[in-house]
């Protein structure tokens, strides 16, 4: 089968080239992949900054059909449509596993690093792993499932999101647009996007277009001054840090109010944050750092997505066949895209 495989360690070093088709384990199905999203990680395996074990075939973020079981598996057939928490190689035995925290044992490989992922015909994975999809969801928007869950654990489950909270989203990027769109499904009253002149174009138009009711750039914007002319000098009640930029992170403090919450999200690429931490303390701030998904946010995703509560779609910029990922790549990293689908 063809797929996209990281090679070996350097950057760039992605090949399509012929792979084995896999075949399922003991407990293990084999998946028929219909979209596969590329991730921020995906870039970062391609230009050697993110931890991966080649030679490995990229992808996490996908959707597709159950076309064979291995031995012992009950709770799937053949033809049921799913989409997989990427938390495969979880130990199952340590404090986190066995307190329902699988998304960060530290023995997780997850598919398109740490194991071959979905960037190919098929992928194998943990029955346990899996979740349906409706009839009525296409294969495209079921390949956002993942990263909107990201988002719906972070700002549901750990922030935790409150109705009529005030919400300030750092970064237009999909993470960043899928954060606002969450926090709007969660009962925001407001919702600033903030992002950088980079941004202007593609990513800060298409935050108008989503409708979020105020739309920020810091090249020509005073954010705090807006921010608390929005809120009667108050401060916003949940910062939501999707850019990962240092200076943004140090300035969730001053857009916040006494008693908010900061929700982490970005990740800063091994960068030092020179961070107020007295000014955060002195304004009682909750920090919630979060990474990846847990089981609960998946059904409820799915849910959202499926009843239209969070319109997940509209961050899909193009769709192509596997292919083309070149271009694919090149316009994620020109922000040319933000989310794109290829099709094995």
Not at 233 to 262: F, Y
Not at 276 to 303: G, M, N, Q
Request: proline share 6%; with cysteine; net charge negative.
């Amino acid at each position: 089968m063809k797929a996209l495989v990281k090679t070996q360690k350097g950057v760039g070093r992605l090949c399509l080239m012929d792979m084995p088709e896999p075949k399922p384990g003991t407990g293990e199905v084999l998946i028929e992949i219909y979209a596969s999203g590329i991730c921020g990680t995906d870039v970062h395996v391609k230009n050697d900054v993110f931890p991966y074990w080649p030679p490995v075939i990229l992808g996490h973020e996908f959707s597709g059909v159950v076309v064979e079981l291995g031995p012992g598996c009950k709770h799937y057939k053949e033809g049921d449509r799913v989409v997989g928490e990427p938390h495969t190689r979880h130990c199952g035995q340590c404090y986190l596993c066995r307190t329902g925290n699988v998304q960060i044992c530290p023995d997780k490989r997850s598919p398109g690093w740490g194991i071959h992922g979905s960037m190919a015909k098929y992928l194998v994975m943990p029955e346990q792993l899996l979740h349906r999809i409706p009839d009525g969801m296409d294969f495209d928007t079921a390949a956002v499932v993942e990263p909107t869950a990201n988002t719906v654990h972070d700002i549901y489950e750990r922030a935790g999101i409150t109705a009529g909270d005030f919400v300030v989203v750092l970064g237009p990027g999909p993470i960043g647009l899928l954060a606002g769109l969450t926090a709007r499904a969660g009962g925001a009253r407001h919702i600033v996007m903030v992002g950088a002149p980079p941004d202007e174009g593609l990513r800060l138009d298409t935050a108008r277009r989503l409708g979020f009711q105020t739309v920020l750039n810091v090249g020509k914007d005073d954010i705090v001054k807006a921010v608390m002319d929005l809120t009667d000098g108050i401060g916003a009640d949940l910062v939501v840090e999707c850019s990962g930029a240092p200076a943004a992170i140090a300035g969730t403090v001053d857009l916040i109010r006494k008693k908010g919450r900061i929700c982490a999200i970005g990740l800063t690429g091994g960068k030092t944050v020179d961070f107020p931490w007295e000014k955060a303390a002195f304004k009682v701030a909750d920090i919630h750092f979060c990474l990846s998904t847990s089981y609960t946010s998946w059904d409820r995703t799915i849910h959202l997505i499926a009843t239209g509560q969070i319109p997940a779609q509209e961050v899909i910029t193009h769709r192509l066949p596997l292919s083309d990922w070149e271009t694919a790549f090149e316009e994620i990293e020109a922000q040319r895209a933000l989310k794109v689908i290829l099709h094995p």
